[in-house]
């Protein structure tokens, strides 16, 4: 939301934007394996892909796994006695 409103996009279009993008997403997920997600919300020659494609080039998606990896294993760590 911040990058849009960067860029002229009024703070309730960037919002709502956002909203819908993610709503759209949530929904899908629930029926569709990753995998499938992917594949549709990337709509080939679209913007999505366009974004996915250059994340994946530049290895964008790294500070992700990241911090996903950190997050497992605070999950997976032994617990205090």
Same mark, same amino acid.
């Given at each position: 939301? &911040?990058w !849009?409103?960067?860029?002229?996009?009024?703070?309730?279009?960037?919002?709502?934007?956002?909203?819908?993008?993610?709503?759209?997403? !949530?929904?899908?997920?629930? &029926?569709? $394996? $990753?995998?499938?997600?992917?594949?549709?919300?990337?709509?080939?020659?679209?913007?999505?892909?366009?974004?996915?494609?250059?994340?994946?080039?530049?290895d964008?998606? !790294? $500070?992700?796994?990241?911090?996903? &990896?950190?997050?497992? !294993?605070?999950?997976?760590?032994?617990? $205090?006695?």
């Amino acid at each position: 939301q &911040d990058w !849009a409103e960067a860029g002229g996009v009024g703070r309730e279009a960037a919002e709502q934007y956002v909203r819908a993008f993610v709503h759209c997403l !949530a929904d899908m997920a629930q &029926d569709l $394996p $990753p995998a499938e997600l992917a594949k549709r919300a990337a709509t080939p020659g679209g913007i999505n892909e366009q974004a996915l494609r250059i994340l994946r080039e530049t290895d964008g998606l !790294a $500070p992700f796994r990241q911090a996903l &990896d950190s997050v497992f !294993a605070r999950m997976n760590a032994p617990k $205090p006695r």
